[in-house]
């Protein structure tokens, strides 16, 4: 089992330490979402693991080695940085095929990625012809080649259509279920809930968050209860009287900000008031990314009003 490990992880540019002084392990077995504001670190962290830059202090290594000395890098790791790196006057294959060879991997692996990503009606026309969704599958075709371990995908769904997305999401999870280490950086939450079983968030190069989907959501959202009743006077009043905020949630719903279903359900039964619908509201990750990222990031403009967004009423 091939894990990757920062320690103490460390990187300067000139004034701008993009990561900093960074300590995590990304394990087997699962897909690792790694989030944060843009210029949080996580390109640059992902360019340490893959000795594309020298930290100037700590260490990133793959299965406990630095990636420097490994000695068939694309066995072990399999990276997608940046879709539009490969030469666009070669063909798909012949990009696959070359990097097969350099690698010592056989090339026969290149058709067979070529078809896990879709790509083998595509195979002989020209990368220059090809669409950023084209060259997403391309890139992740590539980092598949050498059956490694470790995969690390840089905003892989970039481009990718619908149905590129669904498919995305389940090789992800194919390839964690197989045991590989699986990290995965986006900027789409309900995307990176689909597929992430774990979180790791940067926020100005610093580690914010390293722990299960399911655990970053209750550990950053507040409880919430969205009821709808027969009599919304007197329940509000009831509620109110309580010291409950209560916001309109659409449709004839409200949302109780922290509380629980069990303690208002109680209530409206004290009170004899007749409750059409209770449950208690679990937050999306993107709420939860939110609360956690609010001052992270450097270049964030003003939230956009959601328009879900409750309204007090
Ligand atoms: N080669 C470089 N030279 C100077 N500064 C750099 C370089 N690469 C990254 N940085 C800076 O390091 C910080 C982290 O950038 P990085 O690209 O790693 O963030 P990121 O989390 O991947 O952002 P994004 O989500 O926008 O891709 C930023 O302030 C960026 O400007």
Known sequence: MTSIDLLDLTKEYGAVRAVDHLTCSIAPGRVTGFLGPNGAGKSTTMRLVLGLDRPTSGTAAVGACPYATLDEPLRTVGALLDAQAASGSRTARDHLRF????????????????????LAA????????????????????????????VLMLDEPTNGLDPE???????????????GRTVLVSSHLMNETAAFADHLV?????????????????????????????????????????RGHTVAE????????????????GALAAQEGI??????????????????????????AAAPPASPTAPREV
């Open 164 to 178: 590129g997305i669904v498919w995305i999401r389940e090789l992800l999870r194919r390839l964690a279920r197989q």
């Open 99 to 118: 990097l097969a060879a350099s690698n010592r991997i056989p090339a026969r692996r290149t058709d067979d990625v070529l078809e896990e990503t879709g």
């Open 249 to 264: 949630g659409g449709d004839g719903r409200w949302l109780v900000e922290g509380a629980r279903a069990q303690d208002i």
């Open 274 to 299: 007749a409750v059409l619908e209770l449950t208690d509201e679990q937050a999306s990750l993107e709420e939860a990314y939110f609360a956690l990222t609010a001052n992270q990031a450097d270049f």
């Open 201 to 241: 968030v940067l926020g100005r190069g610093r580690l914010l968050a390293d722990t299960s989907l399911p655990d970053f959501i209750e550990r950053h959202s507040r409880e919430r209860v969205r009821l709808r009743t027969g009599d919304p006077v007197r329940l509000r009043a009831a509620l109110l009287r």
């Open 122 to 149: 595509v195979a002989r026309r020209r990368i220059r012809t090809f669409s950023l969704g084209m060259r997403q599958r391309l890139g992740i075709a590539a980092a598949l080649l050498g059956d490694p371990p």
